[in-house]
């Protein structure tokens, strides 16, 4: 009898753990490697596959929207991470909010149950001799991958490959230390049920607000290198550095909440609720790198949370990834050695669910080299297949390769004016086609 494939994985992220997952279920033995506890990040936490570092929002569910869509798309193909976050999911309007507990327990019991699954809590600093004792390796070590790894691929690439950004996380406070008299719960626009709690302000708090976010003192990195962020993810500072009214328009907009013009506040900053017991909540878009002592003081001015608890502060993390369209082959392995595969954020892609997703594309890729089979991605104009495009370099956006996540930019590659939701639509009937497909050649089981 043949004996099963073997793969290796590095990483118990996000996408390491959906790759496992959908490896599994193709039949292949999966050895997953994960430094935790042994060794944190500076973001994680906990001991648990698949931890959420920051927000507990997987984004929308809505399925015309593009983060909808992925979603929807995964759910064809039997995602793990999907199939948890709608296991565990707590009350957020039409977003996908968990959790991060009860969500990455499920991951780590579902994966570590299965017969074929085998997790070694290693930190691993060398892929030569480890890539050699697989039938395929996958790097999954995600944006904060430690630095004797980082050393090991750079000797498959030239250094001017690997890449950096920067990131920020939002603080978080207990809902005991929220003063509800100065808040009140509530979905923008009605969108759920009364999931957010909003603490409006005046023109003059704002202005307070404003002011200190702009003195705040700041933390800086260590190393002497430009402070590139992710455009979809600014701190709020770098936020507030684009105007007076860049927060009162964006993340702190006053409107959605059936004010009267004349009761309208002049901003409104929410938090969202962070797990199942009510007990804790985050603030929406408060990502920051200010030092602590400036995060106290800056939220305590926002009236409801001026005796706040903080029981986790935001905190700046540099982000590594990989100049993919140069490094890796349409099989998202490495140019250099077509058994070395990249999946997550490491690869170009940005976000929890995408990260997921590209290592939902990494296992069907595996699979496909194991069989001797060339890879067939999912089509053009899904979301998976977008994603895949991106970071391969067939859809270029901007004039250097930056990570992106699934957006409505992406669809308007092929002569599309506009996103609207008929393009989700189609793309469902399309995806519906491929996973189908997929599933009987690669004999994924359910
Ligand atoms: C600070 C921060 C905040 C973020 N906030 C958000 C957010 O709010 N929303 C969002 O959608 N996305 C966010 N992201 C981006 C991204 O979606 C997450 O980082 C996501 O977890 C990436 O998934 P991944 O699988 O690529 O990596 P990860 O989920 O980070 O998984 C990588 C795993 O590899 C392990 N590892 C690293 N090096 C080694 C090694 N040498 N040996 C063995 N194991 C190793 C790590 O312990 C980790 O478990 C954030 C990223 C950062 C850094």
Do not use: W
Not at 24 to 43: D, H, N, Q, S
Not at 80 to 89: M, T, V
Not at 252 to 262: S, T
């Amino acid at each position: 009898m043949k004996s099963k494939n073997r793969v290796a994985i590095i990483g118990g992220g996000l996408s390491g753990s959906e790759c496992a997952a959908l490896l599994l279920r193709m039949g292949i033995e999966v050895t997953l490697y994960e430094m935790r506890p042994k060794r944190f990040t500076e973001a994680h936490k906990t001991e648990y596959l698949s931890e959420l570092v920051c927000s507990n929002s997987l984004k929308s569910n809505d399925r015309s929207s593009p983060q909808g869509l992925l979603k929807e798309e995964m759910r064809h193909l039997g995602s793990l991470i999907i199939e948890s976050a709608d296991a565990n999911s707590l009350p957020a309007g039409e977003s996908l909010s968990v959790d991060r507990i009860l969500f990455s327990r499920y991951i780590t019991e579902r994966l570590t149950a299965h017969s074929n699954f085998r997790l070694i809590r290693e930190e691993i600093g060398e892929i030569g001799e480890i890539s050699k004792e697989y039938d395929a390796l996958v790097i999954a070590s995600g944006p904060l991958t430690t630095s004797g790894l980082l050393n090991s691929l750079k000797s498959f690439f030239p250094q001017e490959n690997l890449l950096y950004f920067y990131d920020a996380i939002s603080p978080i406070v207990s809902f005991d230390s929220i003063d509800m008299n100065y808040a009140f719960f509530g979905s923008r626009y009605n969108k759920g049920k009364d999931d957010y709690i909003n603490c409006p302000l005046d023109k003059n708090v704002y202005d307070q607000l404003y002011n200190a976010i702009l003195s705040a003192e700041l933390y800086s990195p260590h190393i002497d290198e430009d402070l590139r962020f992710f455009e979809g993810c600014l701190p709020i500072e770098e936020i507030a550095m684009r105007g007076y009214k860049s927060l009162s328009f964006g993340p702190f907009k006053p409107v959605g909440f059936g004010f009267d013009k004349k009761d309208m506040p002049y901003a409104v900053v929410q938090l969202r609720r962070e797990n199942r017991a009510g007990t804790l909540y985050s603030l929406v878009a408060f990502q920051t790198r200010m030092k602590y002592g400036s995060q106290e003081r800056v939220l305590r001015l926002i009236p409801a949370l001026k005796n706040c608890e903080i029981v986790r502060y935001g905190q700046m993390h540099r982000n590594i990834y990989l100049d993919s369209p140069s490094v890796l082959n349409r099989s998202l392995s490495l140019v250099s050695n077509n058994r070395v595969f990249v999946a997550g954020t490491l690869s170009g892609v940005e976000g929890y669910v995408e990260a997921a997703a590209s290592g939902m594309l990494v296992a069907l890729s595996v699979r496909s080299l194991l069989d001797n089979k060339e890879f067939e991605p999912p089509p053009d104009m899904t979301a998976m297949g977008l994603l895949y495009r991106y970071i391969v370099g067939d859809l270029k956006i901007g004039k250097h390769f930056a990570p992106t996540n699934i957006n409505k930019g992406l669809f308007l590659h092929n002569g599309e004016k506009r996103y609207h939701e008929r393009l989700a639509g189609d793309a469902i009937e399309r995806f519906e086609e491929y996973s189908s497909a997929i599933k009987n050649s690669l004999l994924i089981s359910a």
